[in-house]
């Protein structure tokens, strides 16, 4: 990032971000991974233990974000566990997603499971956009994450990286 950026995007208030992995998409899909970043960069990252019902898995889903489910199984934090972090960690925040319906869905799959109401609420990252950042998202996320080389796909680094387009757009935005 250019100086001039670099010292307005430190400026810039961040959103939080918010990602989830699922099982696949579609009807019965479910989350497996959830994680956010704080405007602070604070990252928390999870993987959920599938409930007994949950068994959809769809093998391209699989192979985009490597986590197969056994090792969900094994180290997954059980929904009400995983529920009750988000809660205590987002309470009373808007928090942002860039894929918002499925997030949505995911995350009410979560909270329905774990019998908990969001204390937080997960709105489009897409409202914070001008239409000309709208416009140049995509090229500047590809920018970034080459810069970040090599990230394993994961929600948390997933949410970093969005944090991270939003405030170098932002950044860019303010010093033209």
Wanted: net charge negative; charged share 20%.
């Amino acid at each position: 990032m250019p100086p001039s950026l670099s010292a307005t995007a430190s400026a810039i208030p961040l959103p939080t971000v918010l990602d989830v992995e699922a099982s696949g998409f579609g009807r019965n899909s479910y989350p497996i991974e959830v994680g956010f970043v704080l405007p602070d960069a604070h990252t928390f990252c999870t993987l959920i233990r599938p409930l007994a019902h949950w068994t959809h898995w769809d093998e391209q889903a699989a192979r985009t974000h490597h986590i197969p489910r056994p090792l969900l199984e094994e180290r997954g934090q059980s929904v009400e566990e995983v529920a009750q972090r988000l809660n205590t960690d987002l309470r009373g925040q808007t928090v942002y997603s860039d894929g918002w319906a499925n997030d949505y869905s995911w995350l009410g799959a979560l909270f329905d499971a774990a019998d908990m109401t969001p204390a937080f609420r997960l709105e489009n990252l897409r409202k914070l956009l001008t239409e000309a950042e709208s416009e140049q998202w995509h090229m500047v996320k590809a920018q970034i994450s080459a810069e970040r080389g090599a990230q394993r796909h994961r929600a948390s680094s997933d949410a970093r990286l969005l944090q991270l387009t939003f405030q170098r757009l932002r950044a860019a935005a303010l010093t033209t």
